[in-house]
C-alpha cells in the first residue's frame, strides 16, 4: 500500500484487495493507494519466455514499477506499507530512490528462507531440480492448478491466519479470482524459481528513511522468532508484536494496525529524509 503524506494525505505487493480493511480507514485522512504489481492481481501478466527476458519478476522491476508510480501517479514523496513478499519489493524501490519515500511499515515481511544462501549446501541441488521440474515441464501448471482452487486457497489461508474466523469466502474468491487470470500459473512459475536478489537484512542498512518493523507473533511462515532480528538495524527505530496475528496482519487485525500506520505516519509526515 502507498500513502502519500502532502499536507494531509501508502504500496502493496501481491494484491491490491488483501488491503481492503485499511483503505477506507486510512483515506479519511490521507490519500492512500492499493497497488496490483505487474504479475500480480489484475495487472498484467507477460510470459518472460515469450519476450525472451530473463528473470523479469525480480524485486529490481518491482521496485522500479513503484516508484515510477510515485512519480507519475503520487507526483510526490510516500510512505510504503508493506507486507511478506512485498516489504521486499518497498525496501528495493526505497534503495534505488530513496528521494521517493518517507518511511516504510513492514508487516511480516519475507524472510525468504529459498534464497541460494539460505539453503543448505546438500540441499541446494534438489531444491534447483524441483525448481526446473515445476518450470520446465507440465508438473508446474498442474501443481499451480491443484492449488488455484477455493478449497486450496482456504486451506493455504486457515494455515497462515491465526484467527480463522477472518478466512470468509469473500476473501478466498478475493484471492483466487486474480489466480484465474491468463498467465498467472507462468508468473507463479517464474517466481517459485526465483531463489536469487535481494534479502532484507541486504537491504535494510541502505535505507535512508524511518522503518517500523511490525510482526504478528502467530505466524507459521515468518517465525517471529527469526523476525525479531530485524528491530535490530540502526535504521529500524521499533519493532512492534501484533499478539495473536498471524502472517497477514493488515487484513486480520485491521484495529491494530491501522493506529499502527496513523502514528508512523504523524511522527515522519513533516519530518525530510
Known amino acids: 500500500m502507498v500513502l502519500e503524506q502532502t499536507g494531509q494525505h501508502q504500496s502493496h505487493f501481491a494484491y ?40 523479469f519478476y525480480t ?32 525496501l528495493q524501490a526505497a534503495v534505488m530512490e530513496p528521494q521517493l519515500c518517507r518511511g ?39 501443481f499451480f492448478k491443484s492449488v488455484a482452487t477455493p478449497e486450496s486457497v482456504k ?18 474468491q478475493a484471492i483466487l479470482l486474480p489466480g484465474l487470470e491468463p498467465g498467472a500459473v507462468d508468473v507463479f512459475l517464474e517466481f517459485i524459481c526465483y531463489s536469487a536478489g535481494p534479502l532484507p537484512e541486504e537491504l535494510l542498512p541502505q535505507v535512508k528513511c524511518p522503518v517500523l518493523v511490525a510482526w504478528g507473533d502467530k505466524d507459521p511462515w515468518e517465525p517471529i522468532e527469526l523476525g525479531r532480528a530485524y528491530g535490530k538495524f540502526d535504521t529500524v527505530e521499533d519493532f512492534v508484536v501484533l499478539p495473536n496475528v498471524g502472517h497477514c496482519p493488515q487484513d486480520e487485525a485491521p484495529h491494530l494496525v491501522n493506529p499502527l500506520v496513523e502514528s508512523f505516519v504523524a511522527r515522519h509526515a513533516n519530518v525530510e529524509n
Not at 516504510?104 to 524441483?130: C, D, E, V
Not at 474466523?165 to 476473501?171: A, F, G, I, K, M
Open 16 to 55: 491490491s484487495d488483501h488491503w481492503r480493511k485499511n483503505l477506507p480507514v486510512l483515506a479519511q485522512s490521507h490519500r492512500v493507494f492499493s497497488i496490483d504489481l505487474i504479475g500480480y492481481g489484475y495487472s498484467d501478466k507477460p510470459n518472460p519466455r515469450e519476450l525472451g527476458i530473463d528473470n
Open 155 to 172: 486451506n493455504i489461508l486457515c494455515q497462515c491466519y491465526h484467527d480463522t474466523s477472518q478466512v470468509t469466502d469473500e476473501l478466498v
Open 59 to 90: 524485486f529490481e522491476t518491482w521496485g522500479c514499477q513503484l516508484n515510477d508510480f510515485c512519480k507519475d501517479v503520487i507526483r510526490d514523496k510516500a510512505f510504503f506499507i508493506c507486507n511478506s513478499i512485498g516489504g521486499l519489493v518497498g
Open 104 to 142: 516504510i511499515l513492514l508487516l511480516n515481511i519475507s524472510l525468504r528462507m529459498l534464497h541460494i544462501t539460505k539453503q543448505p549446501w546438500f540441499g541446494r541441488p534438489l531444491i534447483k531440480a524441483f525448481q526446473n521440474l515445476l518450470r520446465n515441464t507440465a508438473v508446474g501448471k498442474f
